[in-house]
């Protein structure tokens, strides 16, 4: 099949990978030509590590890396696709004119997926001319390596629709979860509360950051503790996503904690930034906060 993948930061990076080493052709699409030679460098380094595994050999790494075009003209990065996969930054304006414009340029065919975290696939789906046809493919980070994908009806998508993006996800070797259209849907709905709970944590001055993830770590089995999580999925990110669900609810219980907002503020936004609850710039990771 023909993939467009909007966007090539970390999340569209990814799952341009991951339907590359599948066999699909992916058309990678950017406004930056810096970005998608940083996404494209992404691939070939996160392919490296499965290289390295002996998980794909050399020749399906290269074959991998090919099926790969990137594209900074939107309208010459769709004109062929069979499925649109939008992983922008999120931002509600942005996604409204970018699936404005995919309505315009992609064809009338092609099914269109949001990878957004948090923000109504039936908003998105108002903004363009096939709102049963505009569906949640909400991949998890690092996409190469996490299994779930949320896949997001919105009110008006289609049994079609939803039952393509199902099985597409099944063929990637991924195990998709079908959920319907509310602020967070699950996945953030769950995971953000928690995160804003540990800053509220290390703000009330209960414990440092190291103890909290510590906690969380070695309490309940996480892989990463609360704090480091929330630096690795970007804390603008996460503000975001609270926001959203602050919005979308009109519940105080979502409201993101002061701490996160001055650091977003500030311009700590995780692990992309260099610092956030941990200082990356030495290559590994330093307490901060
Ligand atoms: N590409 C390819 N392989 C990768 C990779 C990448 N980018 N990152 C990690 N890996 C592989 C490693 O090679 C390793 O493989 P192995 O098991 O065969 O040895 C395996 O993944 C584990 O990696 P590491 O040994 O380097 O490090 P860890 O054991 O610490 O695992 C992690 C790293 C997988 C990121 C793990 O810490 C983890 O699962 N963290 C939690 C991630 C998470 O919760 N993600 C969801 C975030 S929420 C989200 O995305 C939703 C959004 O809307 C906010």
Same mark, same amino acid.
């Given at each position: 099949m023909n993939i467009s993948v909007i966007g090539a930061g970390q999340m569209g990076a990814g799952i341009a990978q991951v339907f590359a080493v599948a066999g699909h052709q992916v058309s990678l699409v950017d406004i930056s030509t810096e970005s998608l030679d940083r996404g494209l460098a992404s691939v070939q380094s996160s392919l490296a590590r499965v290289l390295k595994k002996e998980r794909i050999t050399e020749v399906e790494l290269a074959t991998a890396v090919a099926n790969i075009s990137l594209h900074t003209d939107m309208a010459e990065g769709v004109s062929e696709a069979d499925l649109v996969i939008e992983a922008a930054t999120e931002n509600v304006d942005l996604k409204l004119k970018i699936f404005a414009e995919l309505a315009r340029l +992609? !064809? +009338? +065919?092609a099914p269109l997926a949001s990878n957004t975290s948090s923000i109504s696939i039936t908003r998105i789906a108002a +903004?363009?001319?096939r709102p049963e046809k505009v569906i949640g493919m909400h991949f998890m980070n690092p996409v190469p390596v996490m299994k779930l994908i949320e896949v997001i009806r919105g009110y008006a998508t289609n049994d079609e629709t939803t039952k393509m993006v199902m099985q597409l996800s099944r063929d990637l070797g991924k195990v998709p979860v079908e959920v319907t259209d509310y !602020?967070? %849907?699950?996945a953030n709905r769950i995971l953000m509360p928690m995160i804003n709970e540990a800053m509220y944590t290390l703000w009330e001055g209960v414990a440092d950051v190291e103890a909290i993830d510590t906690v969380m770590k070695l309490? *309940?089995?996480? !892989? *990463?503790?609360p704090l480091q999580l929330a630096d690795y999925i970007g804390l603008d990110t996460c503000l975001a996503i609270l926001n959203v669900m602050q919005e979308g %609810?009109?519940?105080?219980? =979502?409201q993101a904690c002061p701490l996160l907002v001055n650091m977003v503020t500030a311009g700590k936004l995780g692990r992309k930034s260099g610092e956030? %609850? =941990?200082? =990356?710039s030495g290559g590994g990771k330093e307490m901060v906060v």
């Open positions: +992609a !064809p +009338a +065919a +903004a363009t001319d !602020p967070g %849907f699950v309490g *309940m089995a996480h !892989p *990463m503790g %609810f009109g519940r105080l219980h =979502y956030g %609850f =941990y200082d =990356y």
